[in-house]
């Protein structure tokens, strides 16, 4: 009785492992599409990371923060300013929404 237990319990941290570095790949990916200009598919690789696994406060700012840059890179402003300010009211005490205040104040 205790071999299945055991099995699942080794299978689920497995696939714990697998989205964990499927979103730690995802983040390293999109960060090099980003600097190439691809923002295209900068957006699908943050996507692919937030879908990876539940996430820190930190990671999520931190995508958002990637997703708002991208999102200027192709002419929206609109959308980055958004996001910016979603940095600025629900992660103000991380570096992204230091950056993002900084970002919206013009500097």
């Known amino acids: 009785m205790k071999s ?4 699942l319990l080794a299978v689920t941290l497995s696939l714990g492992a ?11 990916e999109a960060y090099k599409h980003y600097q190439r200009e ?4 900068t ?17 999520k700012a931190e995508l958002t923060y990637l997703k ?14 958004t ?3 979603y940095l600025a ?3 103000s005490n991380s570096q992204y929404g230091y950056m993002a205040i900084k970002k919206l104040n013009g500097n």
């Open 18 to 28: 697998c989205a964990s570095l499927i979103q730690t790949a995802s983040i390293s």
């Open 83 to 85: 996001l910016y300010e």
């Open 68 to 81: 708002a840059m991208t999102y200027e890179g192709l002419g929206d402003g609109e959308t980055a300013n």
């Open 4 to 7: 299945p237990i055991i099995a």
């Open 43 to 59: 957006l699908e690789l943050i996507t692919q990371a937030e879908n990876a696994e539940a996430m820190s406060d930190e990671t």
């Open 38 to 41: 691809q923002y295209d598919r």
């Open 89 to 91: 009211q629900e992660h």
